[in-house]
Nanobody
Framework: QVHLVESGGGLVQAGGSLRLSCAASGSVFRINTMGWYRQAPGKQRELVAVITSGGTTNSADSVKGRFTISRDNAKNTVSLQMNSLKLEDTAVYYC???????????????WGQGTQVTVSS
């Protein structure tokens, strides 16, 4: 099983920056995709950005040009650099990993506990 621990959330003024980090630990053969999702009050969880083990990224249109996802495969970590934060970026941010426990296993996904990001005016 994989355990994800997030860090880096907090309170920031609009226009400011935050960096989220997520570390994966546990018995894993390979982590395929890692990423960040967020959920604002009263809304559904949505994709923010994901990155494959090969470095291919995908991100929501709302964060393009402002957020950058990166990954360290050797350390099983993923980070999200968030710049030019807006009020609408306020949400709980969740780390996600799709992993395999062996070469023949079915990919599974795992979620972190979430970290609050609050952007104030």
């Amino acid at each position: 099983q994989v355990h994800l621990v997030e860090s880096g959330g907090g309170l920031v003024q609009a226009g400011g920056s935050l960096r989220l980090s997520c570390a994966a630990s546990g018995s894993v053969f390979r982590i395929n995709t890692m990423g960040w999702y967020r959920q604002a009050p009263g809304k559904q969880r949505e994709l923010v950005a994901v990155i494959t083990s090969g470095g291919t990224t995908n991100s929501a249109d709302s964060v393009k040009g402002r957020f950058t996802i990166s990954r360290d495969n050797a350390k099983n970590t993923v980070s999200l650099q968030m710049n030019s934060l807006k009020l609408e970026d306020t949400a709980v941010y969740y780390c996600n990993a799709i992993f395999m426990t062996s070469f023949y296993s079915t990919p599974k996904d795992c979620w972190g506990q979430g970290t609050q990001v609050t952007v104030s005016s």
